[in-house]
T-cell receptor
């Protein structure tokens, strides 16, 4: 079975600070994709960042970056210069190259305070 | 700005009524997914279509749920009869998959339909 674990149900950060959200996963496959999705109160699931397992370089999208540790099966998300609009539920997700369903973690609720 | 659209945004209905949710995938995408989100179960895959053909609907209760793609621009999810336990947010997602490869490298989600069955 493939599982995704987000060990931090809730986190809080002050505006302009940096925060890191944790995610670990379990799979026996070698080729897969990892994602972070953001779900603000509007309910929309928004893709934040994507990582291909065969790429050693960590993905970066503006203020969002990941720390991908394949051997440790860890995929954390770092948000730099946090903004009030970053307040949302963040889901880590995983998909194998041979599959099609996204396996989601339970999510981390992030609150950015002024 | 290409995006997945879903209608209705919210639906409140009474137990036993038929519910139809609609999704327009991103133009050019050949793969459509239906997911359900609940507090207890999180996000679960209900159905998966490639080139309009249903390839996996094992996540759906077969006796009451049905999913179709009448054409490349429309996917529907129908519940008949609806029950209170069907209350959830239903997401449609689309992506592009290469021939011979089951996965899509990225799935783009619509805004979801929040269904409440009384």
């Amino acid at each position: 079975a493939q599982t995704v674990t987000q060990s931090q149900p809730e986190m809080s950060v002050q505006e302009a600070e940096t925060v890191t959200l944790s995610c670990t996963y379990d799979t026996s496959e070698n080729n897969y994709y990892l994602f972070w999705y953001k779900q603000p109160p509007s309910r929309q699931m928004i893709l934040v960042i994507r990582q291909e397992a065969y790429k050693q370089q960590n993905a970066t999208e503006n203020r969002f970056s990941v720390n991908f540790q394949k051997a440790a099966k860890s995929f954390s998300l770092k948000i730099s210069d946090s903004q009030l609009g970053d307040t949302a539920m963040y889901f880590c997700a995983f998909m194998t190259n041979s599959g099609y369903a996204l396996n989601f973690g339970k999510g981390t609720s992030l609150l950015v305070t002024p | 700005d290409a995006r997945v659209t879903q209608t209705p945004r919210d639906k409140v209905t009474e137990m036993g009524q038929e519910v139809t949710m609609r999704c327009q995938p991103i133009l050019g995408h050949n793969t459509v997914f239906w997911y359900r989100q609940t507090m207890m179960q999180g996000l679960e895959l209900l159905a998966y279509f490639r080139n309009r053909a249903p390839l996996d609907d094992s996540g759906m209760p077969k006796d009451r749920f049905s999913a179709e793609m009448p054409d490349a621009t429309l996917a529907t999810l129908k519940i008949q009869p609806s029950e209170p336990r069907d209350s959830a947010v239903y997401f449609c997602a689309s992506g592009w998959g290469r021939a011979g490869v089951t996965s899509t490298d990225t799935q783009y989600f619509g805004p979801g339909t929040r269904l409440t069955v009384l």
